[in-house]
């Protein structure tokens, strides 16, 4: 199920106003959140237009988690946060997703809440291109 208005499902440039498509992964995308103020700060977005995980069978959802551990796992290998936080929103797109917001104690928000779109961090095609090099060589 797909939803024209929906930048998950559609890509192009509804996508490309705030992300980067990297891959896909088992049951879902993985996507370069653009704003860089947490260092590889990503979003892993389901395959199917869907807005709650009670919508998508156990199986799925175990296989989305899984997708989300994943990414997760390449994050701390690439960049080594101090903690990663984790956000599932969709009140406006409802597309189910997951932020996955890499944190360092001398960084940037540490000890709070992560803002959904800070606009403070947006770097040049290559400097995105090497955060998903690394991302993708810790897949």
Not at 3 to 9: G, I, L, S, T, V
Not at 69 to 74: E, G, L, M, Q, T
Not at 79 to 99: I, R
Request: glycine share 8%.
């Amino acid at each position: 199920m797909k939803d024209n208005n929906c930048a998950y499902c559609v890509g192009g440039e509804l996508l490309d106003k705030f992300g980067i498509k990297i891959c896909d992964l088992s049951v879902s995308q993985l996507v370069l959140f653009k704003e860089q103020s947490h260092r590889g700060r990503c979003v892993v977005a389901y395959k199917d237009h869907v807005s709650e995980l009670v919508n998508i069978s156990e199986e799925e959802r175990t296989a989305f988690m899984n997708d989300v551990v994943r990414v997760s796992n390449a994050i701390h290998k690439a960049f080594n946060p101090d903690k990663v936080n984790y956000g599932a929103y969709g009140d406006t797109g409802c597309h189910l997703h997951m932020h996955l917001v890499p944190k360092y104690k001398d960084g940037f928000e540490w000890g709070g809440t992560f803002e959904m779109n800070p606009g403070k961090t947006f770097l040049t095609d290559e400097e995105y291109q090497e955060i998903i090099d690394k991302i993708k060589a810790n897949l």
